[in-house]
């Protein structure tokens, strides 16, 4: 599957913005979809994810209550709602894919197809 993300920009502190990782080929519904950041210097870290199967979702600590992962599986995207977003948000936000991934997986390496990546910077 090849991923195509977008949505990043430019936001104030407190402010929101809503990412799409728009994916090709027939068999979308039987990924499970994620979203990780990476910000300049520091490692590639999990955010959310959702299953291929009933769409169960799971988030990192850090954006529980503020950032929301959901599919659409006619429209082959994955989308992450981000509210309330901090400076310590900012990072470049990579969607990824697996086929059949067992629901919980939230290291970079369950998930063998990467998006481009879009910048998120949050200003102060």
């Known amino acids: 599957v090849q991923l195509q993300a977008s949505g990043g920009g430019l936001v104030q502190t407190g402010g929101s913005l809503r990412l799409s990782c728009a994916a090709s080929g027939r068999t979308f519904s039987s990924y499970s979809m994620g979203w990780f950041r990476q910000a300049p210097g520091k490692e590639r870290e999990f955010v959310a994810a959702?299953?291929?199967?009933?769409?169960?979702?799971h988030y990192a600590d850090f954006v529980k209550g503020r950032f929301t992962i959901s599919r659409d599986n006619a429209k082959n995207t994955v989308y992450l709602q981000m509210n309330s977003l901090k400076p310590e948000d900012t990072a470049v936000y990579y969607c990824?894919?697996?086929?059949?991934?067992?629901?919980?997986?939230?290291?970079?390496?369950?998930?063998?197809?990467w998006g481009q990546g879009t910048l998120v910077t949050v200003s102060s």
């Open positions: 990824a894919a697996e086929r059949f991934a067992r629901y919980g997986s939230r290291s970079p390496t369950d998930f063998g197809s």
């Open positions: 959702i299953s291929w199967s009933v769409g169960n979702t």
